[in-house]
């Protein structure tokens, strides 16, 4: 059984975005998952910076132990990065990653 989950949040809609956050934070919690990742994608990228809750449910997956990234290429497009890093969101490029995880047993879910 793959008990390994990449969580990709890429939807500029945040009851999806929060709906992806709390599913990845639960996972971690309840044993559900032995390892979830967070990648912040794309439109999401937008949304974080501005939602405190959301923010919020980034700071407690990052309180677990783990570390979300942004993705550095879209939010350097978007002049995003340092607000980014602001809220405490590693910025980086994301792509060999995701395909690096995937290929490893990750199982990509994405919201």
């Known amino acids: 059984m793959n008990d390994k989950l990449v969580v990709i949040i ?4 945040r009851e999806k975005a929060r709906t992806g956050l709390m599913y990845a ?10 390892d979830v990742k967070i990648i ?13 809750e959301l923010q919020e449910k980034l700071q407690t ?3 677990l132990g783990h570390e ?7 939010s350097d497009a978007s002049d995003l990065s340092a607000k980014i ?8 490029y994301v ?17």
């Not at 890429?10 to 809609?13: Q, V």
């Not at 934070?25 to 032995?34: K, Q």
């Not at 912040?40 to 405190?52: N, R, S, T, Y």
């Open 85 to 92: 890093e602001g809220i405490g969101v590693k910025v980086d």
């Open 10 to 13: 890429s939807t500029g809609e």
């Open 40 to 52: 912040i994608f794309g439109p999401a990228e937008a949304l974080i910076v501005e939602d405190k």
């Open 68 to 74: 979300a990234v942004a993705c550095r290429f879209l």
């Open 61 to 63: 997956y990052q309180d």
């Open 95 to 111: 792509g060999e990653n995701i395909s690096k995880l995937i290929k490893s047993g990750y199982v990509p879910m994405v919201w």
């Open 25 to 34: 934070i639960n996972a971690l919690l309840h044993g559900w998952m032995e």
